[in-house]
């Protein structure tokens, strides 16, 4: 369905730093550093075809969080999002919510980790037990 998220960052080496870690728990290999026409420099993490991008804001303003909005990425066992999120604490980001934990609901059961990183952005480790 998506081809690509965007989000936007206040410190890009930062940033790099934390997503580098987090990812890598997940497979993903460092990002390709591109600097736009206007002098931003992003961040692409490629994977299962599909891209995760991060920005300095374009517009020159500081780059804010979406209330409401949560980044969900996918894990292949409970073990990996408890370690997506451990790795991510590491690397400055925030626990948040609920720890780490399988949860029962409509949806069924699943293995969910909530984690802020270090620009505020809310991510979500999730594991669906088969």
Not at 93 to 98: A, N, P, R
């Amino acid at each position: 369905m998506f081809s690509h998220v965007m989000i936007g960052s206040n410190d890009i080496e930062r940033s790099q730093r934390f997503y580098d870690a987090v990812l890598g728990v997940l497979g993903v290999g460092e990002a390709v550093r591109n600097r736009n026409a206007t002098g931003q420099m992003r961040l692409f993490y490629r994977h299962g075809g599909v891209t995760f991008c991060i920005t300095e804001p374009i517009n020159g303003e500081p780059a804010t969080c979406a209330n409401g909005f949560t980044l969900g990425f996918k894990c292949e066992s409970a073990e990996q999002a408890r370690q997506f999120h451990d790795t991510a604490v590491a690397h400055g980001g925030v626990s948040i919510e609920d720890p780490p934990g399988l949860r029962e609901g409509q949806l069924g059961a699943l293995y969910l980790a909530y984690v802020r990183d270090p620009d505020g952005h809310k991510l979500c480790a999730l594991y669906r037990p088969k």
